[in-house]
């Protein structure tokens, strides 16, 4: 379940415009210096919900790393409020959610605020940068409904139920076939339909 | 009926990262570390403080402190880790867990957890807890004690 990436890849992070909400300011120190060393110049740092708020509002933000515990559980909120704020580009802008709580119910929660992505703690600047070259291979649709607004949660390409009109252009339209190939492995699927983890060699 | 609307957007950090110019995630890397380091002894120095905090609320075998005791633990935990001391890391997790998922209230299993925090102390020194494979070890055992603790809570609940 993995993509090669090259080490000797360049990234130029000298206009990337970056935010981290984080509850402790150790923790906004570390993930700050990794993006520093990365050659980024604008990293934005806050440790409240309304400290976020106020840098989306007057600042265009080009990847958020949010702990979903900062202040109470307010990284969500916050997460949620953005998504449905209507504030171009930054409702749009990637989210990645950074905790060492990794329980089924936290990650649910969190996709479902709409981030698109959850790192595990403790940070290293290898797996902040693997997870950043999944946000820009990242090329999932936004959503916008009544309850959700995000990067669209389905990872599945399927076709609409039999007798259902297709509502989308990219959904599937005709009726699918018996399967004449051998099934895919996890791992495929998951490189098909959107990189899971890249290593770099 | 509810509208959804569905778009692509373009993503920005991708255009402004491929730019011309940079630097090789090689170097990236190395400067992070590089980076990191300017910040590691002020790090440690709040992690000590936080094991100490934790020794507080221990010692005192304080109820209300065990919510702040287990948000220290996951802060040592991630703070640990990022500057490799991975033993110490894994130890302030099973400390965590054990906060976290173990018993609460008046059963709050204090003695473990004292165990737990003069573990934190001694592998906040890896000069002075032995080598790797005792140090690894004493998290094990650690782990035993919470995930003991963690299924004793489970099977006495209601």
């Known amino acids: 379940m993995s993509v090669n990436a090259d080490f000797q890849e360049k990234f130029n992070f000298e206009t990337a415009s970056i ?50 515990a900062a202040a109470g559980d ?3 909120s916050f997460v949620r409020w953005l998504r ?83 509502r989308r252009k990219t959904d599937l339209k005709s009726k699918l076939g018996e399967a004449v190939d051998a099934n895919m492995s996890q791992s495929e699927i998951d490189i098909l339909l959107k990189p899971q983890k890249v290593v770099f060699t | 009926m509810s509208s959804v609307r569905i778009f692509r957007k373009e993503n920005r950090l991708a255009k402004k990262l491929r730019a011309p110019g940079g630097i090789t995630v090689d170097e990236a890397l190395k400067r992070a570390d590089q980076r990191l380091e300017t910040v590691r002894e002020k790090s440690l120095v ?10 507080r609320v221990a010692a005192s075998r304080n109820i209300d402190g065990a919510v702040d005791a287990a948000a220290g633990a996951g802060e040592i935990f991630s703070l640990a880790g990022t500057f490799q001391l991975h ?28 165990v737990h925090v003069n573990a934190l102390r001694t592998l906040r020194r890896p000069e002075l807890s032995g080598d790797l494979a005792a140090r690894t070890a004493v998290v094990q055992g650690l782990r035993r004690v919470s995930e003991r603790l963690k299924r004793t809570d489970e099977t006495s609940a209601p």
């Open chain 1, 19 to 68: 935010l981290i909400l984080e509850q402790t300011q150790n923790g906004l120190d570390v993930l700050s210096q990794i993006f520093l060393g990365f050659g980024a110049r604008a990293c934005h740092r806050a440790m409240t919900v309304d400290e976020a708020q106020r840098i989306v509002l007057k600042t265009s933000v080009d990847l958020i790393l949010a702990e979903p």
């Open chain 2, 87 to 114: 033993e110490l890391s894994q130890a302030a997790g099973s400390l965590h867990n054990l906060l976290l998922y173990g018993p609460q209230g008046e059963a709050t299993p204090w003695d473990a957890i004292l």
């Open chain 2, 46 to 55: 709040a992690l000590d403080s936080k094991i100490d905090a934790i020794a």
């Open chain 1, 74 to 76: 307010s990284g969500l």
């Open chain 1, 84 to 166: 449905r704020s209507e504030l171009d580009p930054n409702a749009t802008a990637p989210v990645v959610m950074v905790s060492a709580n990794l329980s089924t119910v936290a990650i649910r929660n969190a996709r479902d605020a709409g981030a698109n992505f959850y790192l595990a703690k403790p940070i290293s600047p290898k797996i902040l940068m693997e997870r950043i070259t999944w946000v820009i291979r990242d090329n999932r649709q936004f959503v916008i409904a009544d309850t959700f607004s995000g990067p669209d949660r389905r990872f599945k390409a399927e076709g609409v139920p039999p007798g259902v009109q297709p």
